[in-house]
């Protein structure tokens, strides 16, 4: 009943973007490079759903969940002469909240610190992008006694992923982004075989113009 209810605002949530998305898509876009800049500020939301077990512990009980993060980002430099690799570094601050629809527990809520990298080809509306970080999670998962994964309701997060924007006004991209997630606690609870889940999100970026 709960994973048909999880499902249901999700397919609504992919509903929702795609009709903003077709309001937006024929109203004209910009090229990457003028918005890619040095001291843009960015603000992105992105929802989605993880999955786990992920290649490592396969023989671990499942902990799936949907998940909600909003990130402030800050572009450190303007995007490289580079032939090859062009782009900037961009360190984001993320609150993220997750709705657990399988496995144990009802939710995890906390923060991360990331560090990204915007590819940023020349007359291009497609960036790129890499990203990995850490951080904090507060979560119910721990009172489960019958599983060793989650030990502790403070949990630590490590992530990383990659994604891309397409710029479909100049302030404003869609963004499609696939993630990797560890959760453990360090060795804070004798429980703590941690999960390993990947992912998939969709979302919006809005973008500040850089100050002159």
Known sequence: MKQERIMRKLQFGISALCTILLTFIYSGSSLASEIFKKNTISVQ?????????????????SLNYSKLNLRLGWMLDNPGESA??????????EITGS??????GNY???GTALLRYNFVPKESRIIPYVQAGGGILYTDADEDRNQTVIGNSIEFSL?????LHWMI?????????????HISNAGLSDRNAGSNGAGGFVGFTYYFDAPQ
């Open 108 to 110: 995890m809520a906390g």
């Open 99 to 104: 709705d657990i629809f399988t496995g144990y």
């Open 159 to 163: 992530q990383g992923g990659a994604g």
């Open 45 to 61: 939301a992105v929802t989605g759903a993880v999955f786990s077990p992920f290649l490592i512990g396969r023989e671990r009980p």
């Open 84 to 93: 090859l690799l062009p782009g900037n570094f961009e360190p984001l601050l």
């Open 169 to 181: 006004k100049k302030s404003l991209s869609m963004d499609f982004e696939g993630t990797f997630e």
